[in-house]
């Protein structure tokens, strides 16, 4: 009788330890990848503020998973606040053994988070960092022309639309022939007939 009672105390006792165990014990974390699968799917949908959320559980669980600081930088930026974009977008470039194609991600989204603060010189800065890397990239190319245009740097966009006709393997004829002519009257006009001839022959 005796060893009956004891038997069934222990039975009682390992059932409430095993209930315990399973009722008390914490909720295992949802895996990061599905966490920044949920997050893109959140930025396709455009809930910033959902993708935001996600993106932050990410990287606080992983600190390694780069691609979720990358996509967040992007989410500051463009939710209004590139000055952390920066900060963010900074702090990777100083992780070890990041990848050629994750790198020029990285100065790209730099060269962006600069253009919104009004930091054109840091942004072209970025951009040439990406052709060091790659120098047929055509986004960088096609993001420095712009600058060259914004700063009237005729020279230069022309130099830069000849690299892009090579990278695409197609002619740009017309606006090629504008930057010389450009160029030329900017030689002219600094008594520089010679080489504003030679311009004005090369837009022909």
């Known amino acids: 009788m005796y060893l009956t009672i004891v038997l069934i105390v222990l039975a009682i006792s390992t059932a409430g330890g095993i209930f315990a165990y399973f009722t008390r014990r914490p909720k295992p974390r949802k895996n990061t990848d599905s966490l920044y699968t949920d997050a893109l799917n959140a930025m396709v949908r455009g809930d910033s503020d959902g993708a935001m959320r996600l993106l932050r559980d990410v990287v606080k669980q992983d600190t390694d998973h780069l691609d979720a600081y990358l996509q967040l930088g992007d989410l500051l ?6 000055k952390q974009a920066i900060k ?8 070890p053994g990041l990848s050629e194609n994750l790198r020029m991600h990285i100065h790209k989204s730099l060269a962006q988070d600069y253009m919104t603060v009004n ?3 840091q942004a072209r800065k970025e951009a040439e960092m990406i052709l060091n890397i790659d120098k047929k990239d055509v986004w960088a190319t096609e993001f420095l022309l712009y600058l060259a245009e914004q700063n009237q740097n005729w020279g230069r ?9 090579k990278m695409k ?16 009257m900017e030689k002219f006009e600094s008594d520089d ?12």
């Open 119 to 121: 930091e054109p010189g």
């Open 157 to 165: 966009a022309a130099q830069l639309v000849k690299a892009l006709e």
């Open 77 to 82: 930026r463009e939710e209004g606040n590139p």
């Open 193 to 204: 007939r010679v080489g504003a001839e030679g311009c004005f022959q090369k837009a022909v």
């Open 169 to 184: 393997n197609e002619a740009d004829i017309t606006r090629l022939s504008r930057f010389k002519v450009y160029e030329g």
């Open 88 to 95: 963010v977008h900074h702090s990777l470039t100083v992780r």
